[in-house]
C-alpha cells in the first residue's frame, strides 16, 4: 500500500518518466586518442532524435550538433549519418572523461528512455606520486633499525611495481639479498646502515607507455665520530693536523685551540656522512712558542657532540727547528761564496780547490731539494 502511494507521487510530480531499453558496452581508450559512442535506435524509435549525457548527468551535445559549454567545443562532435545511428565522437581522451555515458530519446508523453550505456576506461600510463618513508623515528634514519619504502603511483590499470638498486640487483646482491626486501609496492630494508646501498629506485609499469621511474637517497643519521691525523714536513716546515667527520646530519665543525676557535681550511666533502677538515700550522724556527698547545677538533648534531685533539708542545717543534737549522747550515750559499771572492784578490791553489768543491756540493743539493 505505501509502495503504491509512493509511486502514484512520483508518477504526479516528475516531469518525466524514466524507462530503460538499454544494454551496457564497455570502451577502452588512451589518453589523448579519439573515442566513438555508437548509438543504434531499435526500429520504434528510428525516427526520434537523441541526447548524449556524460557521466556527471551533463547534457553534453543538442540534437542539432551544437556543443554545450565552450571548453566541450572542440572535444564533443554529434555525428548522424544513418536515421536509426546517432554518434557521439569524443577526441583528446583525458583522465577526466572516464565514467558512463548514456544515449536516451524522450517522447511526446514526457517519457524519457535510455537506449544504451557505454562505461569508459580512460588508460593512462603510470605515474609515481611519491615514495615515502615508514621508520619508528618519525622519519629519522637511524642505523640499525628497519625502514620501509613506500611507491604511491596512479594509472590505468593498476601500474605495477618494481624495485632497483641503481648499477645493482638486489636479487642477485649477496651482501644484502636477506637484508633488503621488496613486497608489492613496499621496499623493506631490515637493517639500514651506512654500508647499505644509498639508493633505491621504483620503476612503475602498466603497459601503458612510457613507464614512470623515480630514485630515493637515503643517508642514515650518525652521531659523529671524529679522528685526527698530523703530518710534519720537514723540508716546508709545516705541520698540517686533518680532522677526519663522520656524522649526519653535521650541524657544526670547528678547530680550537686551547679551547679557543681557529679558522681553518675549506671542507673536504668525501662522501654523504665524512668531512675533512685540514689545519695548516706554519712553523717558524725563530719564534715557535705561540704556537704550543692543545688542538682540539669539535662536531656537533642533534645526537652529541664529539671531540678529538693533539698536543704540540717543545719537543716537537725544537725538532723541527733543529731539522730546519741544519738543514740551512749544511752547505755554503751562493752569497757565501762570493764573500770569500772579494775578500782577496791574490788567492791561492788550496782556496780555489776549496771553492771548486763548495760550488759542486751547493748546485748538487739544490737540485735534490727541488727534485723532492
Not at 625502514?147 to 611495481?161: A, E, F, S, W, Y
Not at 646502515?193 to 613507464?211: E, F, H
Not at 716537537?316 to 747550515?329: C, P, V, Y
Request: contains cysteine; charged residues 20%.
Amino acid at each position: 500500500m505505501v509502495l503504491t502511494v509512493i509511486i502514484f507521487i512520483l508518477l504526479l510530480f516528475s516531469s518525466a518518466i524514466v524507462t530503460f531499453d538499454d544494454y551496457l558496452e564497455k570502451l577502452s581508450v588512451n589518453t589523448g586518442e579519439t573515442t566513438t559512442f555508437i548509438c543504434d535506435l531499435p526500429e520504434r524509435y528510428s525516427n526520434k532524435p537523441v541526447d548524449f549525457y556524460g557521466p556527471t548527468g551533463r547534457l553534453l551535445v543538442l540534437k542539432t550538433g551544437e556543443n554545450i559549454g565552450s571548453d566541450d567545443r572542440t572535444r564533443f562532435m554529434l555525428e548522424h549519418k544513418y536515421a536509426w545511428t546517432w554518434s557521439l565522437i569524443l577526441s583528446d581522451v583525458s583522465e577526466e572523461d572516464a565514467g558512463e555515458y548514456t544515449c536516451r530519446i524522450s517522447t511526446d508523453d514526457r517519457t524519457l528512455t535510455i537506449i544504451k550505456r557505454f562505461d569508459l576506461t580512460v588508460l593512462t600510463p603510470p605515474k609515481i606520486v611519491d615514495i615515502t618513508i615508514e621508520s619508528n623515528n618519525n622519519g629519522i634514519l637511524i642505523e640499525n633499525e628497519q625502514i620501509v619504502l613506500k611507491c604511491l603511483t596512479r594509472g590505468v590499470p593498476q601500474p605495477k611495481i618494481h624495485w632497483d638498486i641503481p648499477a645493482q640487483n638486489i636479487i642477485s646482491t649477496e651482501n644484502h639479498k636477506h637484508n633488503i626486501i621488496p613486497y608489492d609496492n613496499k621496499l623493506i630494508i631490515r637493517n639500514f646502515s651506512r654500508t647499505t646501498p644509498m639508493n633505491y629506485q621504483c620503476i612503475a609499469d602498466n603497459g601503458i607507455p612510457p613507464r614512470d621511474t623515480r630514485t630515493r637517497h637515503l643517508v642514515p643519521a650518525i652521531p659523529p665520530e671524529v679522528t685526527v691525523q698530523t703530518t710534519i714536513s720537514r723540508f716546508s716546515s709545516q705541520i698540517l693536523l686533518n680532522c677526519t667527520i663522520i656524522a649526519r646530519p653535521l650541524r657544526s665543525a670547528k678547530w680550537k685551540r686551547n679551547r679557543i676557535e681557529m679558522n681553518s681550511m675549506k671542507r673536504i666533502e668525501i662522501n654523504d656522512y665524512t668531512i675533512q677538515l685540514p689545519f695548516l700550522i706554519q712553523f717558524d724556527p725563530l719564534n715557535y712558542t705561540n704556537l704550543f698547545g692543545m688542538y682540539e677538533c669539535e662536531a656537533e648534531n642533534q645526537f652529541k657532540v664529539s671531540k678529538a685533539y693533539i698536543i704540540i708542545n717543545e719537543s716537537i717543534l725544537s725538532d723541527l727547528a733543529i731539522a730546519k737549522q741544519d738543514r740551512i747550515s749544511s752547505s755554503p750559499t751562493y752569497a757565501q761564496i762570493e764573500l770569500l771572492l772579494n775578500c782577496s784578490l791574490s788567492l791561492s791553489y788550496d782556496f780555489y780547490v776549496i771553492l771548486f768543491i763548495n760550488i759542486f756540493i751547493v748546485t748538487s743539493s739544490s737540485g735534490f731539494y727541488n727534485k723532492q
